[in-house]
């Protein structure tokens, strides 16, 4: 093994959690979890890695370099293991694979027929500000980076449309989805480099393929600038062309969304959760991101459901409400998990809370911890014993697909520990601290650790206090989430209540006040909280005229 690519060749900070609260079942809830995570580890040869948990035994790139980052709260080991164990095994063509797995005692086997998702530039590079800023690790990142985009463009562009294409279901991780299998494509991978042909629809022209290449150029062009070099520019305008190319080839603008295109240029007029995927790579405007929002991720009828965030909005004709692992319908705790940084990416800081609270709520009422939810009521994905292929026609088509409602599921796990962190608690992500409190949010203390450092959030009577080993930095209402740097200096306030709040900031000898609507940034500037930002919260759901 070369070094530089296992997480004990770097310095690690310690890091850990402590959570209290008068909330029984919110306490409850946050040491399952946390045991959860804990059984989801395991040793593959050299490196301690987080698994995905439950009945995936293995680490996908779809989800584990992501929530390797997010445990890095807990354990930064593992957590920068969980981006390694990809760049290690990246190939000399630029392709990382797409799943590894481990069969001891000795044989780490890696899969590289499918892409499997690319949830890994953004939490790549949040490690790199957690083991301090190891230019060593900075540049093996690049170089990764810089090569799988290569790789992209290279490969995926079979048609020569200027449109990445995705060549089977396993590329974008859409298990099963009724999308691809409608029009003749069967589920599973796709090897080689050659584009499929004959086979259905595709290779699609896809908004998540353009989403991959988006986000690690405008990674590239961020790591220019860390390591001092030329070219970070460049890199942000090539990021750019690829948003450019999204709004003018796969955009609808009567219809507030994006859709992939065939093999041969037609729309598929399939309305899909992966616009949150574009948002999550960061591939819209402001304005593509706030249409989407108010249009479709609110609307009851497509995805604010009783379980919001289903895969296929439910009043399209492929929307399927299959009770296991089906990427159809049924929402997913991999979407809950992407959707944290997807709506922070906008601004849209309210609806976060929004998702966070049903998301808690949901777990503790159905007492599961598993892959996905009916969108109608709640009820968990079956068992293996439990699963049944829908009745019909489409009964054979179904048949021996494995049902997945094993507890323990590592995304479900870990985005109910990060929307705790964001409810009522400490997030930290580049140096940055996310301080917040609901009004509702039970009184208590969540605790991080960094290296030497306590952050802590008490909230008590309404207001949450923000402590740095034990010293009071400010003092909010709650309604707020308080942004600070890691000496604790306040730098933003942002709105995340669903209504208006009075928030009164006492900060650095000074009190300010002033009412901050939903998703509104404000700045201390000169004693008062002044309105930067203003990001639309149109909720509840109202039809435009």
Not at 41 to 50: E, G, W
Not at 63 to 70: D, I, S
Not at 172 to 185: H, M, Q, W
Not at 503 to 526: D, F, K, N
Request: glycine letters at 10%; one cysteine or more; charged letters at 25%.
């Amino acid at each position: 093994m070369a070094k530089g690519f296992k997480a004990t060749d770097y310095s690690l900070p310690k890091t850990g959690v402590q959570f209290s609260t008068e909330a029984e079942w919110l306490a409850r809830l946050f040491r399952r979890c946390e045991e959860a995570c804990v059984r989801n580890q395991a040793v593959y040869t050299d490196k301690r890695v987080l698994r995905e948990g439950s009945d995936y035994d293995g680490v996908w790139l779809e989800t584990q370099p992501m929530g390797g980052e997010m445990y890095a709260k807990r354990d930064v080991e593992t957590a920068l293991n969980n981006q390694l164990i990809f760049m290690e095994n990246q190939r000399r063509s630029g392709r990382l694979p797409g799943m590894i797995k481990f069969q001891p005692p000795f044989l780490l086997q890696v899969f590289y027929d499918w892409l499997q998702g690319f949830c890994f530039p953004v939490h790549a590079l949040r490690m790199y500000y957690l083991i301090g800023r190891d230019e060593g690790y900075l540049r093996l990142l690049q170089q990764t980076l810089r090569d799988f985009d290569e790789y992209l463009w290279r490969y995926r562009d079979s048609a020569g449309s200027g449109c990445l294409e995705v060549w089977c279901t396993w590329d974008t991780a859409e298990d099963n989805s009724e999308r691809f299998l409608r029009y003749g494509a069967k589920d599973g991978g796709f090897g080689g480099e050659d584009a499929p042909v004959g086979i259905g629809r595709l290779p699609y022209r896809s908004m998540d393929m353009m989403g991959y290449s988006c986000q690690a150029r405008q990674t590239l062009g961020e790591i220019c600038d860390l390591l001092g070099e030329p070219g970070g520019d460049e890199w942000r305008a090539k990021a750019q062309a690829v948003r450019d190319k999204v709004r003018d080839y796969l955009w609808i603008d009567e219809k507030d969304a994006c859709y992939d295109r065939d093999c041969e240029g037609g729309f598929m007029d399939v309305l899909i959760h992966n616009n949150l995927r574009c948002m999550y790579y960061g591939v819209f405007s402001q304005d593509m991101a706030d249409r989407f929002v108010r249009s479709h991720l609110l609307n009851p009828e497509e995805f604010w459901t009783y379980v919001p965030l289903p895969s296929i909005a439910v009043n399209d004709p492929c929307f399927r409400n299959i009770n296991f692992n089906n990427w159809s319908g049924q929402p997913q705790g991999l979407t809950y998990q992407r959707a944290i940084l997807t709506l922070q990416n906008y601004g849209h800081h309210a609806e976060i809370r929004l998702l966070g609270r049903k998301w808690l709520r949901l777990l503790n009422r159905t007492g599961r911890l598993v892959q996905q939810y009916d969108p109608f009521d709640g009820t968990p994905c079956a068992t293996r014993a439990e699963g049944k292929a829908p009745a019909g026609e489409e009964t054979e088509r179904y048949a021996g697909v494995a049902t997945l409602g094993a507890d323990g599921y590592g995304p479900t796990v870990l985005a109910a520990l990060e929307y705790i962190s964001l409810l009522g608690g400490v997030n930290i992500a580049e140096e940055k601290i996310r301080w917040s409190a609901l009004p509702d949010w039970p009184e208590g203390e969540y605790a991080q650790r960094l290296d030497e450092h306590v952050y802590t959030a008490e909230i008590r009577r309404g207001v949450l206090h923000g402590r740095i080993d034990g010293e009071e930095r400010f003092s909010c209402s709650a309604g707020a989430e308080v942004l600070t740097d890691l000496q604790g200096r306040v730098l933003r306030v942002t709105g995340i209540h669903e209504r208006p709040a009075l928030i009164a900031l006492a900060a650095e000898g000074t009190c300010m006040r002033a009412v901050i609507a939903p998703s509104e940034v404000c700045a201390p500037r000169g004693g008062r909280l002044e309105e930067i930002e203003r990001h639309p919260f149109d909720y509840p759901y109202r039809r435009a005229k």
